[in-house]
């Protein structure tokens, strides 16, 4: 398996058949340049998957030479491949798909001699690595995760982030927020649905990114030339997450919060908005506006998983 390195503005995204990857698949076309090509990566044939060729199919895991050669030629690589809780699967991994990126974006730099050096490789973080932080949460400030999964992606950041110049493998992490219609509250909702509620009787508040606007966002910063080694991804402001329920037309009921629940996840966005340009910068988000970026993607993504296919 090889590719011709002469395309201009390659991106590998690995882990395409995740929510987000399958976000860009519905949202990219037209946002990207004429010039642009993407491959996407799974481990398995994916129903919806349009043109085959644009297709890799391994596991970055038991294939690292499969891996090297997919990124052959790659400008940036995409690394949403990652593992969450309570699927038995090893939080861990999340650091050893990192690590496989980077590792097979150098490999294939030396293979192909390439003068750009190794593609430049961003990882999906995650919020979660904050844990119970306050105020306006900065990437240069120390964190202190919660629980399992937020400490997993801290390990993956901290030791993608050393592997990544010990091998002159740019690299970026950056650290999603919520995002609406793949997150907990409008993606999780059911009916019977029930939401923590704070003695000011204000539900949680958090960062929020629609569909469409992280798609926008993410082919922004692919065209940025330098990135800092962390950057929090968000839409300004936070979002109380029954404020998202209300907008979307989704009933709910409230509950007294628990001592461990978390207020607020309110992100610094300051490193974003001077990667982006004003144009590129992302709107304050509004619940209305964040409801109806999924509405429109949203029944094609429940179709695609009652049709049986791996849920993307």
Known sequence: MGFPATVREVTVVLGASGGIGWVLRQCWPGMLSAEAQTRWQARRPQADAGLQEDWVILDP???????????????????????????GTDLADNTHLALA????????????????????????????VYGAGSGLLREEEPVRPTHAYG???????????????????????????????????????????????????????????GVRTLAQVLAALLRTPRLPPIVNLAQPGTIDMGDLLRAAGREFALQPASERAIPEVAFDLTLLQKALSQKDMPATADAACLAR??????????ALHLEGSERP
């Open 151 to 209: 400490q997993a992606k801290r390990d993956m950041e901290l030791q993608a982030l050393a592997r990544g110049q010990e091998l002159g493998v740019p690299v970026c992490a950056l650290r999603i927020g919520n995002i609406a219609g793949l997150d907990a509250i409008l993606g999780g909702w059911r009916p019977g649905f029930s939401l923590d509620c704070f003695p000011n009787g204000q539900s949680p508040r958090r960062s929020y990114i």
């Open 61 to 87: 895991l038991q294939d690292p030479d499969g891996l090297m050669q997919a990124l052959e030629g790659a400008d940036q690589v995409l690394c949403l491949a990652g593992v969450v809780p309570g699927r």
């Open 101 to 128: 990126a980077i590792e097979a974006a150098a490999q294939a730099a030396d293979r192909s001699g390439r003068d750009e050096g190794a593609a430049r490789v961003f990882l999906a973080s995650s919020a979660a």
């Open 293 to 302: 970026e999924w509405a429109v993607l949203e029944p094609d993504f429940h």
